[in-house]
Nanobody, 125 residues
Framework: QVQLVESGGGLVQAGGSLRLSCVASERIFSLPKVGWFRQAPGKEREFVAA?????????YYADSVKGRFTISRDNAKNTVDLQMNSLKPEDTAVYYC?????????????????WGQGTQVTVSS
């Protein structure tokens, strides 16, 4: 059982930045894929970004965050981080870290096996 704990959420003004971190109970580099999802009130959980262990540590993003968010893996700290820049009010949500035992690219929450409890991000206008 992999345990994931997110941190770094908070309140920020539009245009600001936040950095989220996800610490895993397993060595982070051993997990085939780690992703970030988010869920706003009244909406379904949606994919944000993911990083795969395979090859060149492939990363991929939702179109809504491409160019603003960066996902990275820090093996020394055992974390997967999400750097969020140029934040918008529509980025307001609870952000979840998730780990998958599968390498294949996936944007769907059903393909991730383990989940953290989430961290709140609120962007004010």
């Amino acid at each position: 059982q992999v345990q994931l704990v997110e941190s770094g959420g908070g309140l920020v003004q539009a245009g600001g930045s936040l950095r989220l971190s996800c610490v895993a109970s397993e060595r982070i580099f051993s997990l085939p894929k780690v992703g970030w999802f988010r869920q706003a009130p009244g909406k379904e959980r949606e994919f944000v970004a993911a990083i795969s262990r395979s090859g060149g540590r492939a990363t991929y993003y939702a179109d809504s965050v491409k160019g603003r968010f960066t996902i990275s893996r820090d093996n020394a700290k055992n974390t997967v981080d999400l750097q969020m820049n140029s934040l918008k009010p529509e980025d307001t949500a609870v952000y979840y870290c998730a780990a998958s035992l599968d390498y294949s690219r996936s944007y769907y929450s059903r393909d991730y096996n383990y989940w953290g409890q989430g961290t709140q991000v609120t962007v004010s206008s």
